[in-house]
């Protein structure tokens, strides 16, 4: 199994601020990263795609950028909105998803 | 638009077993696998299988072999995860959800919560 270890496991960050979220897989997976968001009570949103493509309908201020074993998830500027659970996803193998990250407002 | 709607939720006693549905609409059911996901008390997700509806192929965690059954019905779009032998360790939410491009998922039903208790 490919082991996801996502940091930091909660984060508290100001309107405005810019957040990273940082993934490390336990081999090479070759850009294979997915990046959900999830709100408390509902089902994880596709966010990025590829590593690096943003999915159709995502806000440009989240980016996605890496490779090899080491990737992140940018939030730029943040919003009220923002405020979820984050996870990320390798499927170079059969998919397996980091322990999330949970993000709240300072 | 792209839906996938998921059964409700599920009181099951130990030992038992239990069948839940997601009926996709908004799309080409049989052009798309369909994965199914757990999610246990609010923490991370582990991918169960999947299930190509054209044709009722299905690939699996390891973990979940013998575990877990994949169907599809395509006359009514809707594909089913029965769970076997149930434990409190099963207890969890459980989301369909659509493979874009492979294993991205682009589209989640609202989750089926499961919890096993005597």
């Known amino acids: 199994d490919i082991q996801m270890t996502q940091s930091p496991a909660s984060l508290s960050a100001s309107l405005g601020e810019t957040v990273t979220i940082e993934c490390r897989a336990s081999?090479?997976?070759?850009?294979?990263l997915a990046w959900y968001q999830q709100k408390p009570g509902k089902s994880p949103q596709l966010l990025i795609y590829n590593a690096n493509s943003l999915h159709t309908g995502v806000p440009s201020r989240f980016s996605g950028s890496g490779s090899g074993t080491q990737y992140s998830l940018k939030i730029n500027s943040l919003q009220s909105e923002d405020v979820a659970s984050y996870f990320c996803q390798q499927y170079y193998n059969y998919p397996t998803f980091g322990g999330g990250t949970k993000l709240e407002l300072k | 638009q792209v839906k996938l709607l998921q059964s409700g939720a599920a009181l099951v006693k130990p030992g038992a077993s239990v069948k839940m549905s997601c009926k996709a609409s908004g799309y080409t059911f049989t052009d798309y696998w369909v994965s199914w996901v757990k999610q246990s008390h609010g923490k991370s997700l582990e991918w169960i299988g999947e299930?190509?509806?054209?044709?009722?192929?299905?690939n699996f965690n390891e973990k979940f072999k013998g575990k877990a059954t994949l169907t599809v019905d395509k006359s009514t779009s809707t594909a089913y995860m029965e769970l076997s032998r149930l434990t409190s360790e099963d207890s969890a939410i459980y989301y369909c959800?659509?493979?874009?491009?492979?294993?991205?998922?682009?589209?989640w039903g609202q989750g089926v919560m499961v919890t096993v208790s005597s």
């Open positions: 299930i190509y509806p054209n044709s009722g192929a299905t």
């Open positions: 081999e090479d997976i070759y850009n294979g």
């Open positions: 959800t659509r493979g874009y491009y492979g294993y991205n998922f682009d589209y």
